[in-house]
């Protein structure tokens, strides 16, 4: 690999580091940095490519792990080996179950209808559609939310609210249309406040994402080459340094911000891509 490559590895883990669990959507990015710009697919070779993309998504998803540590030792009855643990006592604090049952709607629709999405919703067009009307969901949260929220902390939520914002959560197997920008939203409309609906969000993504990211890699072991493990490990680090430093930076300011700000972003965003494009 070339310093040219690595580069570019840099690049594609800058992008998925700081629009993975930002509700502005990954997969709208990397068609623009990677499928119009940086071209990974020519000077890697389509199926390296898609094995680095899920490389990088496990380095996004490590980030998240360190930030919430304390709340995962917690969630796995570990809490008494980490004195340091700032989570709520045990009697009253987010439930290992609760989590599970956000993740089922998504984990099974996933399942049935993975190789229907994939054939079907990748197409810039599906995309670019899933966008804007992630978009109008974001701007109905934030218009329509309750102003004085009462549920303030994770340890708050209710299995009510965990079941909601995991059927919720299925909108966002629709590629484009976020993740982070349909539970977070989903959870808004719920109650929660809107640093509530980020934290419950990026505990539910790391299980979600690390079985989905685990598959894809075993299936794509193969192209697991020796040439393009300094590829791997460069994107791999860039997308773990700046989606730490993204995520940290995206809990301080989502409480002031809301989701307004991303989700005007999100329709300039498809702008961009269709006066590109087309």
Not at 51 to 60: E, P, R
Not at 78 to 83: A, D, E, Q, S, V
Not at 93 to 121: C, W
Request: with cysteine.
């Amino acid at each position: 690999m070339d310093i040219v490559s690595l580069l570019k590895a840099i690049i594609l883990g800058l992008v998925e580091g700081l629009t993975e669990f930002a509700p502005v959507s990954s997969t709208g990015h990397m068609i623009i940095v990677d499928d119009m710009w940086l071209q990974s697919n020519e000077f890697l070779g389509k199926y390296v490519a898609n094995t680095f993309k899920i490389v990088i998504q496990l380095g996004s998803i490590l980030a998240v792990v360190v930030v919430f540590k304390d709340r995962f030792i917690d969630l796995l009855g570990l809490g008494r080996l980490n004195k340091k643990s700032t989570t709520a006592p045990s009697q009253n604090r987010l439930k290992l179950t609760q989590v599970i049952v956000g993740l089922i709607p998504a984990g099974v629709l996933g399942l049935l209808f993975d190789d229907y999405i994939d054939e079907h919703l990748f197409s810039l067009e599906t995309v670019l559609i899933s966008l804007v009307l992630g978009a109008i969901f974001m701007i109905i949260a934030d218009v329509f939310g309750p102003k004085q929220p009462k549920t303030e902390t994770v340890d708050q939520i209710t299995y009510k609210q965990a079941l909601s914002v995991g059927l919720i959560q299925c909108l966002s197997l629709w590629p484009g249309f976020s993740r982070s920008g349909a539970t977070i939203s989903g959870g808004v409309l719920l109650g929660m406040n809107h640093r509530t609906a980020s934290d419950f969000t990026f505990i539910m993504a790391v299980p979600i994402m690390a079985g989905a990211s685990g598959l894809s890699l075993l299936k794509n072991l193969e192209y697991f080459t020796l040439d393009a493990l300094p590829f791997f490990i460069v994107g791999f680090i860039s997308a773990f340094v700046f989606a730490l430093v993204s995520i940290r930076f995206f809990l301080k300011l989502i409480n002031k911000i809301k989701l307004i700000p991303f989700a005007i972003y999100r329709i300039v965003l498809v702008v961009v891509i269709w006066v590109v494009y087309f």
